[in-house]
């Protein structure tokens, strides 16, 4: 009987493989998800051939158990082969409408509304691929090189954070993170930034007359956006002379959810020895090179399209030490100066938040916190020794004053140290809830409120040796003063609404928004005594209007025209320096503000070349300095009456990402003009900007222009030359150089020389034409995702010709002249930069 | 009698078991196959074929037994990775086709059964600079250009001049353009005539042209330059000489960045009928000694087939 079973079971399981099996197929629309009745299935191999019925079913009769083809036919319909496996008995098959061969890609897809969108009047986009020629062509990558050299932006200087935009202070431009105002964005107070280009997905810039959204910001609005973890394992290697960086990203668990965390450290040690003859020349001694360690990393999950959460964080921290002593001097013969000078700061951010769309996909919520750190300390001394000769046109001078008993000799001696230090603690904690409606098709609706608060700690004093006087005498001496420390809070808030009409779509937009920003002090004396200070709220309206009249043609692709006003205003930076002393009321203090207009044209002419001329005036108002009038006993004045205007233009020309050749050209013009009432019977501010007459600020240029190009000959080689020209900055005028005496300490007289620096009008630094170049190879590795790049480049090429002078100074104890430095800080060579990266 | 009933049904139950494992060694040919099979820890055997005349391209495949013994070679997946202006293109397209490989002594052919045919993607991804398209947006975008490259391979093969297959090597007297007289290889012809923009837009104005069967006065000048890229194409001359078909992929300057991306790919797709249907079959292969440096175990490598 078993064995009648065996053999039975057997045969059957024989003839299921010898004579095949039945498959159940069903057939359906892949677009609408609706079954398809008629489809024509069509197993080749057996010629077998079945139609599905109006459930979009059919069986069919396969001979084979190996795995096979089967072809869907339906008319309209792209036919569809599928393998049908050998243990597979029951098949879905979806069928799309007929295809039609692509013509042209899109690579550009759609983006997030307000993120990346470039207008006419406001804003300026510029996506990763596009900073790669500016941002990466120095030796440090920097995104902060790309916005430099944005139309509008006045050229700041070399290492210098002091860049205006279209005439405002510094200060008034606002730098936002993904939604996170960063406070502290720069390394090397402002040589360089902390935006890695490398984490960058897009900048935009604003400069315009920007949404009501974005604040508090007076003269311009840096967004930088950070790339999205969401594309798979990425990994990035950089190497060069000054830098060694690392940047993985990959995905955690799924697509869905992903992170990238990197480092990059920087140090001037190999630059700095190559150019070590002209260093050497200028008497300069890195005791510690210049610095910069930074890390990064952003978390990123998505768990479904409606919801998207994240994490950003950075910590970094810079530094320098060095030593400055004049070359060719000896103490034998001469008073030597040397500094010694060292500075290190740490900052560090991470904040997070959510987006929402609602279902209806009409309403998008965006929430934000985060928290930020800052503290710097900043140490040096200077130690003034020798011994120096009496002059003889100083021995004459001496014999002609009254000053009795008192023989001159031969020379006379210094041996003293000045030091000081100085650190802050800076604390902020910052949130923001941000709504879009989408109303109808033509209108957005945008609404937000949010808020920073801020706590400060601030300390600082020194004994430096300057000369005073004492029983009306000149005496050189040390003069001791402490930054007395009161803890310190500011509360930052603000709320807007802000509707966006498409009133004819593509061809007549408005932008309305009004915005309401509002400062609250609280502080602490030495002595435990509490106090505030409240600012009435400031109202922003804005408003823009974006015509693009014309359809496409023979000449243009589009033109745009635009028109804006709006007024902007922004806490003065000073008002961490505020004390109870200064003895201000309750909403007696105005915030300054500014009111813009704008106006400008955009046209899109063929070969990707874009045009765009703007033209704007600012009237700038309620502005804060400070005085200390003399006999005040050092007390500080504040003032918030300050007034002034920036107008001019700006043109550019610019053709983005050609295979082969493309850059930009622009150039601005800008006339600023600022008066600061107040005098208390001083001739500068406590900034050293002139009170009581009208003076162009310490950063203005009338003229900046600069010129980018990329040339591609092969794939594989591009040459990218950057080339800037500014006309100078204001230059204070120096009288002739003044001989007089001091006593030391000791009783000693010393010959010393000054020179007195009046505010001009006229007289301006030299102009300014840095030049950069960088060549780069760059090649897959044969059949693989490799991509390797190797550059060299220089960095200010002319420096060793020429280099932009300023103001006529005097060493104090020789009464040599020589001519300043128009740069923040100057090496007087170019910057070489050598390396490599390597990513997939 | 029960005997013999047995044997059929142990020889049938055992019908899917059986792996192939017997070494082969190569001769010498002007191009070459490279045939491996990798078997994993399980016995699990795979083939991997790459060829001369499919660069950029990775054939892969699974032995099995049909009914009659015979060893048979399954297609199953076709793996693409080519470089090219600072892209890459990656993907993996599911096949089907088959071919009985034959043994007889110490070589090996394959004998067609049905010509391996794309069924479908399986994954795709790009890089354009520093633009990452992955998932399905990147499966899309490579199953868009693989189908343009498969399109235009088939056109260039309706063209003067364009021979059976495009050989390997470089610099070989293959294409002789009388009108030119000038040899010169596939890729080089290939982009001359489909971008002869790129040579100067006179060439169009001499009759030394590269089609000689278009006729120059019909050439219409008004309203027959189009922009694309930086590369000013001319209409007249998509409509005369590439097609309806692919008109709107040259006209845009896909067709010039499909070309500069993924041109062994091209010259790949060119060749694939002609691998199938005549070099393969023809092909006699034999195991060489080669080194043991596979991540998986119990290797056996067939490899460097010459003729």
Redo the contacts between chains.
């Keep these: 009987m078993k064995k009648s079973v065996s053999v039975i079971l057997f045969i059957l399981l024989s003839l299921s493989v010898v004579f095949g099996k039945d498959i159940s197929i069903n057939v359906f629309d892949r677009d609408i998800d609706i079954p398809l009745e008629g489809v024509k299935l069509i197993e080749p191999k057996s010629g077998r051939i079945a139609y599905t019925d109006q459930n979009g079913d059919t069986i069919l009769q396969i001979d084979s158990n190996e795995q096979i083809m089967v072809i869907a036919d339906y008319v309209g319909y792209q036919s569809r082969k599928v393998i049908i496996a050998p243990d597979v008995n029951t098949l879905k098959i979806g069928l799309s409408m007929e295809f039609v061969l692509e013509g042209k890609e899109l690579i550009i897809e759609g983006k997030a509304p307000g993120k990346t969108d470039e207008k006419v009047g406001v804003s300026k986009v510029v996506e990763k691929n596009e900073m790669k020629s500016t941002a990466m062509s120095g030796p440090m990558q920097d995104v902060m090189s790309t916005v430099k050299t944005l139309p509008g932006v006045v050229y700041a200087g070399k290492f210098s954070p002091n860049f205006s935009v279209r005439g405002g202070e510094p200060n008034d431009l606002t730098t936002v993170l993904d939604g996170f105002v960063v406070r502290y964005p720069w390394h090397w107070g402002g040589g360089f930034s902390i935006f890695n280009p490398n984490i960058v997905d897009s900048l935009k810039f604003s400069a315009g007359i920007f949404s009501a959204k974005y604040g508090p910001a007076m003269s311009g609005l840096m967004e930088v956006n950070t790339i999205t973890p969401n594309d798979g394992v990425k990994l990035q290697v950089v190497l060069s002379m000054m830098t060694a960086e690392v940047l993985l990203q990959t995905p955690i668990v799924n697509e869905k959810s992903g992170l990238y965390i990197g480092g990059r450290l920087t140090s001037q040690d190999l630059p700095l020895l190559m150019v070590k003859p002209l260093v050497d020349q200028q008497g300069l001694n890195f005791t510690r090179s210049p610095y910069i360690y930074d890390g990064y990393f952003k978390w990123y999950i998505k768990p479904v399209d409606r919801f998207e959460w994240y994490i950003n964080g950075f910590v970094g921290a810079d530094g320098i030490s060095m030593i400055a002593s004049p070359p060719g001097q000896t103490e034998a013969t001469h008073i030597v100066t040397t500094s010694n000078f060292s500075w290190v700061n740490f900052s560090g951010f991470v904040n997070t938040g959510f987006k929402v769309i609602l279902p209806g996909d009409k309403v998008f919520m965006h929430f934000l916190g985060g928290y930020e750190y800052h503290k710097s300390d900043i140490k040096g001394n200077f130690l003034v020794k020798g011994t120096r000769k009496y002059s003889d046109k100083f021995k004459e001078y001496f014999a002609t004053l009254p000053v009795i008993g008192t023989t001159l000799p031969d020379s006379f001696q210094m041996d003293n140290s000045s030091q000081f230090g100085e650190g802050d603690a800076d604390h902020s904690a910052q949130g923001r809830f941000d709504t879009d409606v989408t109303i109808t098709d033509r209108i957005m609706f945008s609404i937000g409120l949010g808020g920073i608060y801020q706590w400060v700690n601030y300390s600082g004093g020194g004994e430096i040796y300057s000369v005073g006087f004492k029983n009306g005498l000149p005496v050189y001496e040390p003069f001791t003063y402490s930054i007395s420390k009161e803890d310190k809070s500011i509360l930052s808030s603000f709320a807007y609404m802000n509707f966006d009409f498409k009133v004819i779509p593509e061809i007549f937009d408005i932008e309305i928004g009004m915005r309401t920003d509002h400062v609250a002090l609280f502080g602490k004396t030495q002595n435990g005594e509490e106090y505030d200070l409240q600012v009435y709220p400031v109202p922003e309206p804005r408003l823009n209007f974006f015509l693009t009249p014309f359809k496409p043609n023979n000449v243009f692709e589009t033109m745009t025209f635009s028109l804006g006003v709006g007024l902007f205003s922004k806490a003065p930076a000073e008002l961490v320096a505020y004390e109870k002393s200064f003895g201000l009321e309750d909403f007696t203090m105005p915030i300054g503000k500014t009111l813009t207009v704008v106006t400008g044209i955009e046209t899109l002419f063929p070969f990707n070349i874009k045009v765009k001329a703007e033209g704007y005036f600012k009237y700038q108002f309620d502005r804060f300095y400070m005085n200390t009038p003399p006999n005040n006993n050092g007390k500080i004045v504040s003032h918030s009456d300050g007034y002034g205007y920036s107008t001019g233009f700006d043109l550019s020309i610019e053709r983005k990402m050609s295979p082969y050749l493309d850059g930009s050209l622009s150039y601005s013009y800008c006339d600023i003009r600022m008066f600061n009432p107040s005098t208390d019977g001083m001739s500068f501010n406590l900034r050293n900007d002139p009170v009581g007459i009208w003076y162009y600020p310490r950063y203005h240029r009338f003229h900046s222009m600069n010129l980018i190009l990329n040339a591609r000959p092969t794939d594989f080689f591009t040459i990218t030359s950057k080339l800037s020209i500014a006309s100078g900055k204001p230059q204070k005028e120096a009288s002739e150089t003044q001989m007089f005496w001091a006593y030391d300490q000791k009783g000693n007289i010393l010959e010393l020389y000054a020179k007195n620096y009046t505010y001009s009008d006229t007289l301006r630094t030299e102009i300014s034409i840095p030049f950069d170049l960088k060549v780069t190879f760059n090649f897959y590795i044969p059949n693989s995702k490799v991509y390797v790049e190797i550059y060299a480049g220089v960095e200010d090429l002319f420096a060793p010709l020429y280099s932009p002078k300023a103001a006529m100074e005097t060493d104090m104890f020789s009464g040599d002249d020589k001519r300043g430095t128009e740069a923040n800080f100057d090496i007087g060579a170019p910057l070489p930069s050598i390396g490599f990266t390597v990513n997939f | 009698m029960k005997n013999i009933?047995y044997m059929?049904?142990i020889c049938?139950?055992l019908?899917g078991c059986l792996s192939l494992k017997e070494r082969y060694s190569d001769k010498k040919s002007l191009e070459n196959i490279n045939l491996t099979i990798m078997s994993d820890k399980s016995g699990l055997e795979t083939v991997y074929i790459t060829s001369s005349l499919l660069p950029?391209i990775t054939l892969k495949g699974a032995l099995?037994l049909?009914?009659s013994g015979d060893t048979i070679l399954?297609f199953?997946s076709l793996y693409t990775?080519t470089?090219?202006?600072?892209s890459?293109t990656?993907g993996n397209l599911?096949l089907?086709g088959q071919g009985k490989i034959k043994k007889y002594d110490e070589n090996m052919t394959i004998e067609m059964i049905?010509k391996p045919?794309v069924?479908?993607i399986q994954s795709g991804?790009m890089?354009?600079?520093?633009?990452?398209y992955?998932?399905k947006d990147g499966a899309g975008?490579f199953k868009?250009k693989f189908?343009?490259l498969y399109?235009t391979a088939q056109l260039l093969k309706l063209k003067d001049g364009f021979g059976q297959f495009a050989p390997s090597q470089t610099g070989l007297n293959y294409f002789f353009d009388p009108n030119r007289n000038i040899p010169e290889d596939f890729l080089t012809h290939t982009k001359r005539v489909l971008f002869p923009e790129l040579y100067g837009i006179n060439t169009l104005y001499k009759k030394k042209l590269l089609d000689i069967h278009y006729d120059l006065s019909l050439l219409d000048n008004t309203d027959d330059l189009i922009?694309?890229?930086?590369l000013l194409y001319r209409k007249s001359y998509t409509d005369a000489v590439i097609g309806e078909?692919?008109k709107?992929?040259r006209?845009?300057?896909?067709m010039l960045?499909d070309f500069?991306e993924s041109k062994k790919l091209l010259k790949a797709l060119y060749n694939y009928d002609y691998f199938f249907d005549t070099f393969l079959p023809q092909a006699v292969l034999q195991v060489t000694t080669k080194n043991n440096d596979y991540k998986f175990n119990n290797c056996i490598i067939i490899d460097n087939l010459k003729k």
């Design positions: 009933l059929i049904m049938v139950m019908s950029s099995s049909d009914a399954n199953n990775i470089n090219g202006w600072r890459y990656e599911m089907y049905s045919e069924i479908d991804s890089r354009v600079i520093d633009t990452y992955r998932n975008r868009n189908d343009r399109e922009i694309a890229d930086d078909t692919l709107e992929v006209n845009s300057g896909t960045r500069n």
